[in-house]
């Protein structure tokens, strides 16, 4: 994860990282610019926009249950829309409406919060939508903030504009249901238990081999396949982060196909994806990922890890306000989080089955820093665009963790000594168990033993 408190000079990016031996995933990383200049009063409102700024939605929620009513009627409604947005509670869309239509809500904040509603709508599939109402409040800023500000916001909604148009990602129901079958395999030839998920399906009737990344905010296809498969070219480029700063361009895929399921008009974002197959030898070489687009799609997949096929449940019903929800989005990377609890604390991390190891960065260090400090280190290299970065990590054996109503032991996780690192947990955790679910609808994760 980036700073919480984006800079103008950069905006809006994708982010790619892939751990090396470890990770493969991509994150759409929002770096709009932001302040809360006038918002929020001083003392425990203070703390309300601290948890708002590091998208802590779990906590949020939380100190809202407890203490929403000493706070002032501002700071409430703010927090609430807020927090209706990262669950995808039902009435959100018009609390985050009537937010950007107060008076009290300054400049900066009714552009951050029209980027937010937004992203909203276009993970209910209404992208045309998504993309006028952000030419709304682009149109109305144009006097107040410079064009650099301006442009991470634009990228948006040509991009909601783009796949609005071409009802990207439709798809019909087969009879029968759902399904789509999967492999577990090894990614490093000398390593068995460094394991991603691999989906067999066809982009433009050409068949192609996914790496299956709930981590991954965006689809993603190399270059070569993209010029190979004749990809459609939108003109439109998305700011993309890794070791460098590029400008990849979106592409739209005639149609996809995984299982019995073929999507229409699937949105790809075009990057070299690291060659993992010459660096640190990997045994598949990666052309494509399809991530948290698809699983919007479907809304609930049920992933059968001993019969090796996702399927969706197609009576699982509208959203309940009963089910408390352990998955919210993260505002900024639009990515999916996950809530667990260690030793009676709760902790945020992506859930990530295109990362062969889970890695605990910033939240987690942040809180057992003393006790971190005191494990052995070392250094491990990961892949982004544009080369190879090495960090430290600690190695914490023995990690017992709960995840729902499950409560679980890691052999071994590794804690990176790295601010900006999202935490995450990956296959080598959720493998073991014989189903996860992912529940959209509800925002829940369920794993199953």
């Not at 190399?222 to 400008?247: C, F, H, I, W, Y």
């Not at 299982?259 to 660096?279: R, T």
């Not at 070489?285 to 479907?298: E, R, S």
């Not at 609930?300 to 699982?316: G, P, S």
Request: a neutral charge.
């Amino acid at each position: 994860m980036m700073t919480t408190s984006p800079h103008p000079d950069s905006l809006t990016t994708l982010q790619l990282k892939s751990i090396a031996m470890k990770r493969l995933g991509i994150f759409l990383l929002v770096m709009l610019a932001f302040s809360h200049a006038g918002i929020m009063a001083q003392g425990k409102d203070s703390l309300v926009l601290s948890l708002i700024d590091d998208s802590r939605w779990f906590d949020l929620r939380r100190l809202y249950r407890s203490e929403s009513s000493e706070w002032n009627d501002y700071t409430r409604r703010y927090a609430d829309a807020m927090i209706g947005n990262a669950f995808l509670q039902k009435g959100s869309y018009k609390k985050m409406k009537r937010l950007l239509k107060d008076k009290r809500t300054d400049d900066e904040t009714q552009l951050w919060l029209s980027y937010l509603l937004a992203s909203n709508l276009s993970r209910r599939g209404k992208n045309s939508k998504a993309a006028s109402l952000l030419e709304k409040w682009l149109k109305q800023k144009q006097e107040v903030f410079g064009k650099e500000v301006l442009a991470g916001y634009a990228a948006y909604w040509q991009y909601y504009k783009t796949i609005g148009r071409n009802k990207s990602m439709h798809y019909v129901r087969p009879y029968g249901g759902v399904e789509i079958p999967f492999q577990v395999d090894t990614v490093r030839q000398h390593d068995m238990q460094s394991v991603v998920m691999l989906i067999e399906g066809e982009i433009n009737g050409e068949r192609v081999r996914f790496i299956f990344d709930t981590g991954a905010a965006m689809n993603v296809v190399s270059q070569e396949l993209a010029d190979r498969l004749n990809l459609t070219k939108t003109g439109v480029s998305m700011p993309v982060r890794g070791s460098k700063d590029l400008e990849e361009a979106l592409v739209i895929a005639r149609e996809m196909s995984v299982g019995n399921v073929v999507f229409g008009h699937v949105p790809f974002i075009v990057s070299n994806l690291p060659d993992m197959n010459s660096n640190i030898g990997y045994s598949h070489k990666i052309n494509a990922i399809v991530g948290v687009p698809m699983m919007l799609a479907l809304s609930r997949l049920d992933i059968d890890f001993k019969a090796r096929r996702i399927r969706v449940d197609t009576e699982a019903g509208a959203p309940s306000e009963h089910i408390e929800p352990n998955l919210c989005f993260d505002s900024q990377t639009g990515g999916l989080r996950m809530e667990y609890e260690h030793e009676g604390k709760h902790y945020m991390c992506m859930p990530d089955f295109g990362a062969p190891w889970s890695m605990l960065g910033k939240h987690f260090f942040e809180g057992n820093k003393e006790k971190i400090i005191r494990l052995p280190t070392d250094t491990i290299s990961y892949w982004g665009i544009g080369g190879i970065q090495n960090i430290r990590q600690h190695s914490l054996h023995d990690f017992i963790l709960t995840i729902g109503e499950l409560r679980c032991k890691m052999p071994e996780v590794r804690i990176v000594e790295d601010r900006d690192f999202t935490d995450l947990l990956g296959m080598d955790v959720f493998q073991w168990f014989s189903k996860v679910i992912f529940d959209l609808d509800n925002m829940r994760l369920q794993v199953i033993p």
